[in-house]
């Protein structure tokens, strides 16, 4: 609880209890910021928030209402300072690692928290939730609204949490949710096209990811992947003190080379003339990008190297990232978050390269993103799949067989069918497959929503497959 004098310039001394910005989450004796969203105007829910008990009202129009009212010059920025002194300014305690990219940010944040908890007490923000050293949690976004985003790094401070390692999305850029964090560590994963219905151009999607490189302290680092065809873009945004690069790209500090891959990977991270050899139970070539990037990130911090290595054989999968299930089943069950064309493509090449059986792939695209890349998605899953099942996945105001026309486009072939229910389309996958099959479930991951109209529906992927798998046992 704090005064309202204290978090904002005001002639106002009353309590206030919370932070929200969302009138829906309003409880009595919270602060309601107006802020400007990217689909609407929170000024437009100030009746809204004042019959949830809201104490006092920030806004940046002119508003005519007999309520304690505090004007300030742009609600968006405002926020992010009123959260900070509302939750004692948790950063002035912990140091914040930031990682972007459109692919692998889940991957990259999860190993770092992994490898550096042997360490140092280290929290994780993303995708897959908010972890504390004593509890999770889920997020409704990447990289969380201000106010839940400060209450989680408060939480993580009252735990003596020492790092952070946060996944920082385009969007969470653009709306400048993470513009007053000074980031100790920020990293590259790769940039291909996605959320250019946001962004407009890839310039602009560019421009955004290379934001948080200009948020990193003086004496900070980046971490850059050297063979991303950005680099060059990105490396002008870097404002810290050191660079580092990684890649097969000779000219790469950390240089990946000898990448094996069978029932598990192997590769060499040559840095100053030393090289390390790394043995990794995550499969796909391109986990070994996230994974040094993982490396590079707790080396740099000052954590041996050697025991660096030894601790990667005992890491755990990743929820929904190339996740394999196992229920005793005859194929392969293979779970994954992936659903631009570049990380689909990644994990067709990889099944292709080890199968033994068919590749059934169940997948969709979401409802309300660019549609360019949906006949691109399609023509990589239905030349490099034996089976195609098209399905739903977060349609939201558009009709899913509209969505599905569009990802097959002009394709002759035959090998697909569509089924609307995502649930019905997984269980038809499931019987489908026999044995040595691979059934390749794309998009969701561990998602535990589906968006449909303006309501986010409880739904599971792993729910779906768990109770397949009880009834045909």
Known sequence: MKKLNELINCKYDMDITGIATNSNLVKKGDLFVCIHGFYCDRHDYIEEAIRKGANAIVVDKDISITYPTIKVKDTNKALLEICDKFYDHPLDKMKTIGITGTDGKTTTATMIWQLLNHFYLTGYIGTNGIYLPNNKYKTANTTPI?????????????????????????????????????????????????????????????????????????????????????????????????????????????????????????????????????????????????????????????????????????????????????????????????????SILNILSMVNSWKKGKIITVTGAAGGREKKKRPIIGQIVLTKSNEVIFTMDDPRYEKVDDIIDEMIGEYKGNNYMRIINRKQAIATALDMARKNDVVLILGKGRDNYMAIGKARIPYSDIQCIEEYMKKKN
């Open 146 to 342: 201000p106010e839940v985003l400060y209450k989680s790094l408060h939480d993580m401070n009252k735990q003596q949490v020492k790092y952070v390692s946060m996944e920082v999305s385009s969007e969470a850029l653009l709306h400048e949710r993470v513009e007053k964090i000074p980031f100790d560590i920020a990293i590259l994963t790769n940039i291909t096209e996605d959320h250019l219905n946001i962004h407009k151009s890839i310039a602009e999607y560019v421009k955004s990811k290379g934001k948080l490189f200009s948020l990193v302290k003086k004496d900070g680092i980046c971490i850059l992947n050297r063979d991303d065809d950005h680099y060059n873009d990105i490396i002008k945004y870097c404002k810290g003190k050191k660079i580092y690069t990684y890649g097969e790209h000779q000219d790469s500090d950390f240089l990946i080379s000898n990448i094996k891959e069978k029932d598990n990977t192997a590769f060499t991270i040559t840095y100053n003339d030393k090289s390390y050899n790394v043995k990794s139970n995550y499969i796909g070539k391109y986990n070994v990008w996230n994974l040094t990037a993982a490396i590079i990130t707790v080396y740099l911090i000052g954590c041996d190297i050697n025991k660096l290595i030894n601790l990667i054989p005992t890491m755990t999968a990743i929820p929904g990232r190339t996740e394999l299930l196992d229920y005793g089943q005859e194929y392969q069950i293979l779970l994954d978050y992936a659903h631009t064309p570049n």
